[in-house]
């Protein structure tokens, strides 16, 4: 069993040993079934270094306010196991990114300074204020890394959910050129296959081996958001995946001085661990709480847990 902590920014991590499977493993508590999101569906124009840009997001709940920003490939969607649950104490509101979800591409170019500069035109545009918790998850992690860094006295506190970024900064060009293509080669092929691949358990399963530590034992409900929608509706996959590549905010971090969690999954294959540790190094008063037996999408393959941590960590004082 492997008791040190990697030392490598995640490039290359020590494979853990599986953890056993628990019980609330893919549990719902089915809450986000019973609410018609197309009541909460609201578009606004946000004016940032990406342009002015519409937005759809999701504003539900009253209380101290949780922004919730979601990864590549994802959308606001990416939290139906933990807005109805977190609305309950907070206004909760999730966005669509630029180019994902029902945001249009936006007519500035992508990069991880202009997501990060369009996150702060958003939480003003919506009326956060300065006590707003920013939660961002994969490469929602890295852009809201990137939004603190710019302004630190804007948002109270942080989560870094399995956030990107660290990962993936010393990708050489040639690298990030032909993953690029890939990429980009993936999208068509993926959106084509997304709906056939949900009836059948096999393909389901390996769709999603990547991200998620045990797809057979997520709902299908939640798989065809995380899936199929994703797969439909991100045409800013190419470009952000190749904004993301290489570039490096290590230097930065240390200027991050609010409450800082850094929240992951510890068979998390995407982005591996590693970069746990490390986020939790740079990060001044940043306190690391590892997920057993999960993978990258912790809040929705453990989201009682994942809620009880946001809940836990939302309450501490400063």
Not at 293 to 316: K, T, W, Y
Request: charged letters at 20%.
């Amino acid at each position: 069993m492997s008791t040190e902590a990697p030392d490598n920014d995640g490039l290359l991590t020590e494979t853990l040993p599986p953890a056993p499977v628990h019980d609330d493993y893919g549990v719902s508590d089915g809450r986000w079934l019973e609410i018609d999101w197309s009541e909460r569906i609201r578009e606004i124009t946000v004016r940032s270094a990406l342009g002015e840009t519409p937005v759809s997001y999701v504003d539900q709940g009253e209380g101290p306010p949780i922004l919730l920003v979601h990864g590549l490939g994802g959308s606001w969607r990416n939290w139906l196991e933990n807005i109805p649950f977190l609305a309950d104490n907070h206004r909760v509101v999730a966005l669509d990114l630029p180019g994902f979800g029902l945001s249009p591409m936006p007519d500035g170019e992508i990069s991880m300074p202009s997501y990060g500069d369009f996150i702060l035109g958003f939480a003003d545009a919506v009326g956060l204020g300065p006590e707003t918790y920013l939660i961002g998850h994969s490469m929602g992690g890295f852009i809201s890394t990137e939004a603190v860094t710019s302004r630190p006295e804007r948002f109270s506190r942080l989560s870094l959910v399995s956030a990107a970024g660290i990962s993936f900064a010393t990708i050489s060009g040639t690298r990030k050129s032909l993953t690029a293509v890939i990429v980009k080669g993936m999208i068509p092929v993926a959106a084509s296959r997304a709906e056939r691949n949900m009836h059948r358990k096999r393909l389901r399963t390996a769709s999603f081996a990547g991200v998620i530590a045990h797809p057979s034992m997520i709902g299908n409900e939640i798989l065809w958001e995380l899936g199929t929608y994703a797969a439909l509706h991100s045409p800013a996959l190419f470009a952000a995946a190749f904004a993301l590549g290489g570039y490096d905010n290590r230097g930065s971090l240390d200027r991050i001085e609010i409450p800082t969690q850094v929240l992951w999954g510890q068979q998390d294959r995407l982005v591996p661990v590693g970069a746990a540790y490390s986020y939790s190094r740079r990060i001044k008063h940043a306190e690391l709480s590892l997920v057993d037996d999960c993978g990258h999408m912790v809040q929705l393959e453990r989201p009682a847990r994942f809620n009880g941590e946001i809940s836990r960590f939302a309450s501490e004082a400063p």
